[in-house]
């Protein structure tokens, strides 16, 4: 049950678009900055585990309950990172 609609937010030079598996190769380059996904203070997927990562949270959006998003550089178009919202509950 889907009640969540896309949407694209821009502000200061970043902006959000919703996640799709075209942002694959951008998302991993993003972690593999530093490699992220060590730290246990996020939730970063390792290089091998991007496709995944992507394909759960598309689940998760079909499902209605997470909506996550790319984060885009405005000027370069570099991917920088992922965010999501989690635990959404339709207005009743």
């Not at 309950?65 to 989690?86: C, D, K, M, N, Q």
Request: no cysteine; charged share 25%.
């Amino acid at each position: 049950m889907v009640f969540i609609e896309p949407v694209t937010l821009s502000a200061r030079g970043v902006k959000i678009v919703p996640l799709t598996l075209n942002h694959e190769a951008g998302l991993r380059a993003a972690a593999a900055d530093g490699e992220l996904w060590n730290l246990r203070i996020t939730s970063v997927p390792a290089p091998d585990e991007t496709h995944r990562y992507i394909d759960t949270a598309l689940k998760a959006r079909e499902e209605g309950h997470r909506f996550a998003f790319t984060v885009i550089e405005e000027a370069s178009g570099t991917v920088l990172g992922s965010t999501s919202y989690h635990d959404i509950l339709p207005d009743v």
